[in-house]
Each structure stands twice: as structure tokens, then as C-alpha cells.
């Protein structure tokens, strides 16, 4: 008797531990996802053409679908570039004005695209005040180290949504090549919406990849 009352009492003290230390592991592991996050506003914009903000700042919100060209991107390099999906800044109506805008401000920067790559959806734009610096840019991380279920982040504008957080898991550990480049795409389960192309996939260091 005395044998299994010893039993009981060292199941429990591990199942207390192990709830302790789950506890403790979560509120740890929101820490790390709220620094992240804030983190991540602080290079993460607002991508939209010349024809969408004038229609906005005229009051037309029914635009026509080839008028149509907003998302997200992410501030890179030395602060002078944004990086976006190509298809977000492809020129509509000839005009080759974008605007970008970071997070709780109001004041939108002008910027033009300088590159572009429509078979990978990738594109640049640079700010046209020269002078313009961010308050941050994204630190670029090694996507061939991604695993199978690793957490995973976007940080985007979709369907009119400003900055919108959204948290998934890689579903497969190795990138998926096309065309035989070395380019290759990443598969997760995290939810996307129109404005969040262009934004970007962030892993648990913040790493942008």
C-alpha cells in the first residue's frame, strides 16, 4: 500500500511539473511572438499604385479590377529598397508611381520599381526621396533551414486589412524548384488573402525568408 501511495504521489508531482512547465513555456513562447511582431511592423508597408490612392483619397472605392494593384512588402537592403511581389507593382494605365506606407504613419513615400522578376513574383522599389530612411529593415534568414511543422508568421495588408498578423506551420522541410533554378517556393498552411502578396514570411528568429 504504502509502495503505491509512493507511486501516486511521484505521478503527480510530474504531472504538476510537467503542466508548471508548460505554463511557463507559453508564456514564454507569446513573448517571443510579440517581439517578433513588433519588430516586424517596424519594416513591413503598405504597397499601393498612383491609380488606387487617388481613387482612395477621392472617395472611389469600386474600382475596376485592372486598377487595381495593392500589398504588402518589406523594407530590405541598406533602407532605400522595398521588396514586394512583382505582380503587386506590375504597370497599370502606364503609370509608374507607387506609394509606400509603414504603420502608424500617415504620410505615404513615393517609390519607383527598379527590378523585377515576373517569373519568381519578385520586384524592387526605391524610395524617391534619396534622403528617406526607415525606422528598420528586414534581416534576411536561410529558408533551406526550414523544417517540417516550424512556426512560421506573415505580416500583411489583405483585403483592406492594414497589418494584419497571421501564424501558421511549414508543411513541407524542403522548397519546392521550378524551371531548374535555384529559386524555389515554400509551402505552409498559414491563412492569405489579396494584400498580403508581397508581404513577408517570417521565421521564429524574425528572419525574413
Not at 504597370?91 to 513615400?109: L, P
Request: include cysteine.
Amino acid at each position: 500500500m504504502e509502495k503505491l501511495k509512493k507511486a501516486a504521489y511521484i505521478l503527480l508531482f510530474f504531472a504538476a511539473l510537467f503542466i508548471l512547465g508548460h505554463e511557463l513555456w507559453s508564456v514564454f513562447w507569446k513573448d517571443d511572438i510579440r517581439v517578433i511582431y513588433e519588430q516586424a511592423l517596424r519594416y513591413t508597408v503598405l504597397v499601393e499604385n498612383e491609380t488606387q490612392l487617388e481613387d482612395k483619397l477621392n472617395g472611389n472605392n469600386s474600382q475596376a479590377p485592372e486598377n487595381i494593384s495593392s500589398g504588402s512588402g518589406c523594407v530590405a537592403c541598406d533602407g532605400n529598397y522595398v521588396a514586394t511581389a512583382s505582380h503587386v507593382v506590375q504597370t497599370i494605365a502606364d503609370k509608374s508611381s507607387f506609394f509606400v506606407e509603414f504603420h502608424g504613419e500617415q504620410y505615404r513615400h513615393e517609390a519607383k520599381k527598379v527590378g523585377w522578376d515576373a517569373t519568381f513574383d519578385l520586384a524592387l522599389l526605391e524610395f524617391v526621396d534619396k534622403s528617406f530612411r526607415p525606422r528598420a529593415c528586414a534581416k534576411l534568414g536561410d529558408s533551406d533551414a526550414i523544417k517540417v511543422r516550424d512556426p512560421l508568421f506573415i505580416l500583411g495588408n489583405p483585403r483592406g486589412l492594414t497589418f494584419l498578423w497571421s501564424e501558421g506551420k511549414a508543411m513541407q522541410g524542403d522548397k519546392k524548384y521550378f524551371l531548374g533554378n535555384r529559386t524555389g517556393f515554400i509551402a505552409a498552411d498559414i491563412t492569405c488573402n489579396p494584400g498580403n502578396s508581397g508581404g513577408p514570411l517570417i521565421n521564429m528568429r524574425g528572419e525574413v525568408i
